[in-house]
């Protein structure tokens, strides 16, 4: 590089959107900006209860504008000329009802506070029944459509979202012309697309959640949907066949678009993916290694090489794709349903005086009231920390099983439930939040003991994320647990910087992700080593864990089928 070069990524999380300005000859963040999405801050259109979370398309499209913007304002000095690249990364899946021109049908009118015609967020869990129908209906055709998605498809996911959605609302079934990811919607828009049928569909989103496969030629065949529900007759012909990797472009910014950012119709759009992914570039994953997006949730993405993943299928993951995160590589995905949420769970739960109570109070005015509520719901968690870390290791401990929002691998089945075991009258707020945070790491062992087992070898874990860089609490918990070091990566925003390092691909400042990941990578600057002495109690301990986590599959299991309870092998 000859000359100052500038790519822009954008990270769009489950409560907000990052943008970071970055300078594509190493990395260096120019300016970051983070927006939160107003109407999901207020719990709009979501059900928590009913495990329903929608989010509506203008939190995203205020969200793009003003964080752009504002990197842009920050770095100041006229840097808008010098950006070459811009791409994003979105959660997922996280599908929409759009018309024919790639219109998401809650920014049409009749439809503008619909639930059912925003995007459907990944942790949306109201499709559980049309999950559990795919997997049988799968069982009975002679090629398996779920081998590449770990041989269980889950409610998080594309087909079950859609087929849902078309189920319970006539009105946005008539409507509806395609279904499409947040990954692909953005680009679509920013590159000025005017028709569903043009949008560049991302590979990771395709491979990982909608059941496309080269093997297949495409998406499994109609008639596989259509003997599921007739509702999804022909719906194949209204998505794609072909799939795109993140490091081709969709585009160049539209004039619209250019005019609204402050940006040149010069800037390429790279096609989108998913944040774990890209944040796994981001973070400089290696062959092998398991890059660890911790967050909300967790996303866990490995990959190796495609000539070494012949003939090997990982069982109960979230899917192994061909270049869904470096091409010439195979993707692999799992990950948790539930991460920084089971202890955001955890204090609002503890909390509930503070928001309940002290708006009310007769001591101090309402000012002070809101003031102490702030301060300490700051508090909560970093104190907590501090208490648990210093409560002595025992086998009798309080004991949790970390699926509070269900559990995505192993084995996906979002019909599962946490639990909580070993109470008694000493157990404080301490003791109960050091077992969840527990039993997120065993959730994160079960994960690679996964991998390990199905003959893929995980050899160091990369950590990522807001929990990787706020905890070190869990972070030396799950080194210990796991038995491996961790390695935090340096960068605050690592989802958004791997963002723009296929930004600068797009662009044409580097010719690989390899290289733009070589150049661009900002390194590690925590390492978390495993305590050799705990490694006997916290093997004894996790095998609580996956004994109580039998049991509570087994509660569940007969509560939805209305059965008497039988002796279990477990429990004799």
């Known amino acids: 590089m000859n000359k100052t070069q500038f790519v822009i990524g954008v990270d769009y999380g489950s409560d907000s959107v990052r943008s970071v300005l970055i300078d594509a000859s190493n990395g260096e963040e120019i300016a970051?900006?983070?927006?939160?999405?107003?109407?999901?801050?207020?719990?709009?259109?979501c059900?928590?209860?009913?495990?329903?979370?929608?989010?509506?398309?203008?939190?995203?499209?205020?969200?793009?504008?003003?964080?752009?913007?504002?990197?842009?304002?920050?770095?100041?000095?006229?840097?808008?000329?010098l950006v070459k690249g811009l791409s994003v990364d979105t959660t997922g899946s996280t599908p929409v009802a759009v018309n024919k021109f790639g219109m998401p049908l809650a920014l049409t009118p009749g439809f503008e506070q619909n639930p059912n015609a925003m995007f459907i967020l990944w942790k949306d869990h109201t499709s559980v029944a049309e999950a559990a129908q795919i997997n049988e209906h799968a069982a009975k055709f002679d090629i398996n459509y779920l081998k590449y998605v770990g041989g269980i498809y889950s409610s998080e996911w594309f087909w079950a979202k859609l087929l849902h959605i078309l189920r319970i609302d006539d009105q946005v079934r008539n409507a509806c012309h395609s279904w499409v990811e947040h990954c692909d919607w953005i680009p679509f828009l920013l590159t000025g697309g005017t028709r569903a049928d043009n949008i560049k569909r991302s590979r990771c989103a395709a491979g990982h959640k909608a059941l496309w496969a080269e093997e297949f030629g495409g998406l499994p065949p109609n008639e596989f949907f259509s003997s599921l529900d007739p509702l999804l007759n022909g719906f194949t012909s209204r998505l794609f066949t072909e799939t795109y990797t993140s490091d081709q472009r969709a585009g160049y910014l539209s004039k619209e678009w250019a005019q609204k950012l402050g940006l040149s119709t010069n800037v390429a759009v790279g096609v989108g993916a998913f944040d774990a992914h890209m944040g796994a570039v981001g973070g400089q994953i290696e062959p092998y290694h398991l890059s660890k997006v911790m967050g909300t949730s967790t996303c866990d993405i490995l990959v190796a090489p495609t000539s070494e993943m012949q003939g090997k299928l990982v069982r109960g993951i979230c899917g192994q794709v061909n270049g869904s995160v470096i091409p010439g590589m195979t993707g692999l995905e799992a990950g948790q349903s539930a991460f920084g949420d089971t202890y955001a769970w955890f204090k609002n739960m503890i909390s509930w005086p503070l928001d309940n109570l002290l708006q009310d109070s007769s001591v101090i005015d309402g000012k002070t009231a809101e003031a102490l509520?702030?301060?300490?719901?700051?508090?909560?968690?970093?104190?907590?920390?501090?208490?648990?870390?210093?409560?002595?290791?025992?086998?009798?401990?309080?004991?949790?099983?970390?699926?509070?929002?269900?559990?995505?691998?192993?084995?996906?089945?979002?019909?599962?439930?946490?639990?909580?075991?070993?109470?008694?009258?000493?157990?404080?707020?301490?003791?109960?939040f050091r077992s969840l945070a527990e039993a997120t790491c065993f959730g994160a062992k079960s994960i690679v003991d996964r991998f390990i087992q199905e003959g893929i070898p995980v050899k160091g874990i990369i950590g990522i994320g807001g929990v990787a860089k706020k905890s070190p609490f869990v972070m030396?918990?799950?080194?210990?647990?796991?038995?491996?070091?961790?390695?935090?990566?340096?960068?605050?925003?690592?989802?958004?910087?791997?963002?723009?390092?296929?930004?600068?691909?797009?662009?044409?400042?580097?010719?690989?992700?390899?290289?733009?990941?070589?150049?661009?990578?900002?390194?590690?600057?925590?390492?978390?080593?495993?305590?050799?002495?705990?490694?006997?109690?916290?093997?004894?301990r996790y095998r609580q864990y996956n004994d109580l986590g039998k049991f509570v599959a087994w509660q569940i299991g007969l509560q939805s089928t209305n059965s008497l309870p039988q002796a279990d092998p477990i429990l004799l």
């Open 47 to 81: 059900n928590s209860a009913e495990n329903r979370f929608r989010q509506h398309p203008l939190d995203y499209l205020e969200g793009l504008e003003v964080t752009i913007k504002d990197c842009l304002q920050k770095a100041g000095n006229n840097v808008a000329d």
């Open 476 to 540: 030396q918990m799950m080194a210990d647990v796991l038995g491996m070091p961790i390695r935090i990566h340096q960068f605050k925003h690592t989802c958004a910087l791997g963002a723009a390092m296929f930004a600068a691909v797009v662009a044409g400042i580097y010719s690989t992700v390899e290289e733009a990941m070589t150049a661009m990578g900002r390194g590690f600057d925590v390492e978390y080593y495993p305590d050799s002495q705990l490694r006997e109690i916290y093997s004894k």
């Open 32 to 45: 970051s900006s983070v927006f939160n999405y107003p109407r999901w801050r207020d719990g709009l259109y």
């Open 373 to 432: 509520k702030t301060e300490m719901s700051e508090r909560i968690i970093p104190e907590l920390s501090k208490q648990a870390q210093l409560l002595p290791l025992d086998v009798e401990n309080e004991l949790a099983i970390d699926w509070f929002n269900g559990r995505r691998t192993p084995d996906a089945d979002q019909t599962l439930k946490g639990a909580i075991t070993g109470l008694n009258l000493g157990s404080d707020a301490p003791k109960v």
